[in-house]
């Protein structure tokens, strides 16, 4: 069964960068042919796609957060994380990282916990 745990700051200050990293079980990063992905829900809003990472390391992102965007991995602690540069109260959410079920991108069979993180001075 895979299992997936956000982890990272709660607060983060306006024009900083958000870092959040999801730790992963019961399967690898890198098993062919699953896509992870990271979802975040602002307060009172619907879920909103970020961007996602393949089996092999390939990126792609939402074009309206492309260019602050980024995503990696490290294969050796079985990790991707999520950089979202100069954030503003607007990216305050839930942040959630997924994976699929296999078949389609966008089937996000497996979720995290998620974790709140709040932008603010």
């Known amino acids: 069964q895979v299992q997936l745990q956000e982890s990272g700051p709660g607060l983060v200050k306006p024009s900083q960068t958000l870092s959040l990293t999801c730790s992963v079980s019961?399967?690898?990063?890198?098993?062919?042919?699953?896509?992870w992905s990271w979802i975040r829900q602002p307060p009172g809003k619907g879920l909103e796609w970020i961007g996602y990472?393949?089996?092999?390391?390939?990126?792609y992102y939402n074009p309206f957060l492309k260019g602050r965007t980024s995503i990696s991995r490290d294969t050796s602690k079985n990790q991707f994380t999520l950089q979202l540069s100069s954030v503003t109260p607007n990216d305050t959410a839930v942040y959630y990282c997924?994976?699929?079920?296999?078949?389609?991108?966008?089937?996000?069979?497996?979720w995290g916990q998620g974790t709140q993180v709040t932008v603010s001075s």
């Open positions: 990472m393949n089996f092999g390391g390939s990126t």
């Open positions: 997924t994976r699929d079920l296999g078949g389609s991108r966008w089937s996000w069979g497996y």
């Open positions: 019961g399967g690898s990063v890198a098993t062919n042919p699953y896509y």
